[in-house]
Nanobody
Framework: QVQLVESGGGSVQTGGSLTLSCATS????????MGWFRQVPGKEREKVAV???????DYAKSVEGRFSIRQDNEMNILYLQMNSLKPEDTAMYYC????????????????WGQGTQVTVSS
């Protein structure tokens, strides 16, 4: 059973930084594609950053240049470094794992963490 445990959310002011972490098992890390999504109440969940099938990162246009996704293959942790945060980045952030690439979005088989809230005040 795949388990994803997120941490690192919080409240910051505009321009601040946060680092989200997603811990999972070695088996999940080696067999699943992983990434970060976010959701605002009343809107659909959207892709933020994923690790593509060739190991390269893929970012949403809205976060390119500000966010960075990274895998720690020793500790089996997926990170999302978020810099220059804006109020529009306020959302619940979810770690995701799927047996296919998440580059084009999630699927019915996508496994989700419990989510961690990020709030950016102006």
């Amino acid at each position: 059973q795949v388990q994803l445990v997120e941490s690192g959310g919080g409240s910051v002011q505009t321009g601040g930084s946060l680092t989200l972490s997603c811990a999972t098992s070695r088996d999940t890390f080696s067999r699943y594609w992983m990434g970060w999504f976010r959701q605002v109440p009343g809107k659909e969940r959207e892709k933020v950053a994923v690790i593509d099938s060739d190991g390269s990162p893929d970012y949403a246009k809205s976060v390119e240049g500000r966010f960075s996704i990274r895998q720690d293959n020793e500790m089996n942790i997926l990170y999302l470094q978020m810099n220059s945060l804006k109020p529009e980045d306020t959302a619940m952030y979810y770690c995701a794992a799927d047996r296919r690439s998440l580059r084009y979005g999630d699927s019915p088989a996508t496994v989700w963490g419990q989510g961690t809230q990020v709030t950016v005040s102006s």
